[in-house]
Structure formats: structure tokens, C-alpha cells
């Protein structure tokens, strides 16, 4: 199970955009990475072509988890998640308020 969903509002802790906050836009759990909404942005520079106008296009690129702390929204600290059972359902659990997180 993959600690991280789409729309979880991470933090930034390492690399170029450190200290920044965004929520979670696309998760990529076989390389253990996530694009984050305004981080590791990079632009892009097209030529005009049948399916897209000219211009400078902003990327997401993924970002490694390694890099990223989730943060509760409930206590709204900077946190990591423990996977928990409610009765049959796993659970993902914020360790600092053991509230649950949306999964
Ligand atoms: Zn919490």
C-alpha cells in the first residue's frame, strides 16, 4: 500500500523547492515518487504543432518521496503515516494525532 494519495498536502524537505507546501497531483508508486502542484516545476519550450499552440509550458516533474512529508490535516503538523486496521479496512493513520487520513 502506497503512503501517499492524491490530494494529500505535502511538504517539501529536501531539494530545490524545500520548505514548500502543495497538495499531491499524481502518484507514481512504482518508483516511489509523486508530482506535487507547483514543485519541481520546469518549463518547457514548444514549437507550434498540430495538437498545441507555441509557448511555455510548466511540468510537474516527480518528485521522490524521500523528499516529501505529509502533513496531517487534522492536527495539521508535519507527519508520517502508520497503516492501522479499522475492524477489516486498512487505514492510514497520522502518528502524531493517530487520526485517520483519507485514503
Ligand atoms: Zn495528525
Given at each position: 500500500?502506497?503512503?501517499?494519495?492524491?490530494?494529500?498536502?505535502?511538504?517539501?524537505?529536501?531539494?530545490?523547492?524545500?520548505?514548500?507546501?502543495?497538495?499531491?497531483e499524481k502518484?507514481?508508486?512504482?518508483?516511489?515518487?509523486?508530482t506535487?502542484?507547483?514543485?519541481?516545476?520546469?518549463?518547457?519550450?514548444?514549437?507550434?504543432?498540430?495538437?498545441?499552440?507555441?509557448?511555455?509550458?510548466?511540468?510537474s516533474?516527480?518528485?521522490?518521496?524521500?523528499?516529501?512529508?505529509?502533513?496531517?490535516?487534522?492536527?495539521?503538523?508535519?507527519?508520517?503515516?502508520?497503516?492501522?486496521?479499522?475492524?477489516?479496512?486498512?487505514?492510514?493513520?497520522?502518528?502524531?494525532?493517530?487520526?485517520?487520513?483519507?485514503?
Open positions: 500500500m502506497f503512503k501517499f494519495r492524491i490530494g494529500d498536502e505535502v511538504l517539501v524537505t529536501a531539494g530545490r523547492d524545500k520548505g514548500k507546501k502543495g497538495k499531491i502518484v507514481f508508486p512504482k518508483i516511489d515518487k509523486v506535487v502542484e507547483n514543485i519541481n516545476i520546469y518549463k518547457r519550450h514548444r514549437k507550434v504543432s498540430k495538437s498545441q499552440a507555441a509557448g511555455i509550458y510548466e511540468i516533474r516527480p518528485i521522490s518521496c524521500a523528499k516529501i512529508a505529509v502533513i496531517c490535516p487534522k492536527c495539521t503538523k508535519v507527519t508520517r503515516i502508520n497503516f492501522g486496521y479499522d475492524g477489516k479496512n486498512k487505514q492510514r493513520l497520522c502518528v502524531k494525532c493517530q487520526g485517520s487520513l483519507t485514503t
